[in-house]
């Protein structure tokens, strides 16, 4: 069983830049894909980034440019840096690990997550 524990949300007007944080608990990280997901209210659950064994990226559209992932396998701690946050950015954003590769973008495919942790961005 892998834990995941999210940090470094919080309150952000927009423009503004947050980092999230993700240590995980399982010494085989480095055999882990991982992504982070938001959930607005009342909305789906929706992929954000995510990074591959070998640390290849992938992004959703709506952050492209923006949002960076990156992991350190040494920490096992997978990081989210968030710049030129907008409004429609704010969520609860999760971590979750996926046994496989990379690449991949639906929820259901990621065996573990975080309990998330909440951003705000103020207009």
């Known amino acids: 069983q892998m834990q995941l524990v999210e940090s470094g949300g919080g309150l952000v007007q927009a423009g503004g830049s947050l980092r999230l944080s993700c240590a995980t608990s399982?010494?085989?990280?480095?055999?882990?894909?991982m992504g982070w997901f938001r959930q607005a209210p009342g909305k789906e659950r929706e992929f954000s980034a995510g990074?591959?064994?070998?640390?290849?990226?992938y992004y959703a559209d709506s952050v492209k440019g923006r949002f960076t992932i990156t992991r350190d396998n040494a920490e096992n701690t997978v990081f989210l840096q968030m710049n030129s946050l907008k409004p429609e950015d704010t969520a609860v954003y999760y971590c979750?690990?996926?046994?496989?590769?990379?690449?991949?973008?639906?929820?259901?495919?990621?065996?573990?997550w975080g309990r998330g942790t909440q951003v705000v961005v103020s207009s």
């Open positions: 979750a690990a996926d046994g496989s590769f990379g690449g991949r973008r639906d929820p259901r495919d990621y065996e573990y």
């Open positions: 399982k010494g085989t990280f480095s055999r882990y894909a």
């Open positions: 990074i591959s064994r070998f640390a290849t990226t």
